[in-house]
């Protein structure tokens, strides 16, 4: 074809693979779960976000914040609404399966591409602990609150 026809298609990439350099680390699956069972949903967001951020996709941050801290108010307000007697072992499953299907629909494919290219990944470790701080700041959050309510 000639190089000036207006008319023909670009010699361009449609669509740019989303990638990380093999040397960035990444979040797993697992770390959202174990932050989640520690930290509520608001760690396991922070562990999706975290990811977003590096695989370049930071205009989805707001969404998975948005959801963890809706999950997380919902949460709060079953704890209230509903009988003591309810165990709540069910709660944490429902969050911790909740908040990993979320990880693993926005970017498992990507994440599991960083793995076959020999990516490295944030120890799980790392994961419990950035739950445990985010459980202790909603701690000092909340239990003022829940104190100021029950005088009330």
């Given at each position: 074809m000639d190089a000036d ?13 989303l990638s990380t350099d ?131």
């Open positions: 026809n207006p008319y023909q298609t670009p010699n361009a990439e449609l669509s740019t693979p093999a040397g960035q680390r990444l979040y797993s699956l697992a770390a959202v779960g174990w932050a989640t069972v520690f930290g509520s949903p608001l760690a396991g967001a922070y562990i999706i976000a975290q990811n977003l951020r590096i695989l370049g996709r930071g205009t989805e941050v707001r969404k998975v914040w948005l959801t963890g801290v809706g999950v997380l108010v919902a949460l709060l307000v079953l704890a209230f609404i509903l009988p003591e007697n309810i165990p709540a072992a069910a709660f944490t499953a429902a969050q911790v399966v909740g908040m990993y299907q979320y990880g693993k629909v926005t970017w498992a494919e990507q994440v599991a591409g960083h793995a076959q290219r020999g990516g490295v990944f944030y120890s799980n470790w790392r994961a419990v602990g950035i739950g445990l701080l985010i459980l202790l700041a909603l701690l000092v959050l909340v239990v003022p609150l829940v104190l100021l309510l029950d005088v009330a």
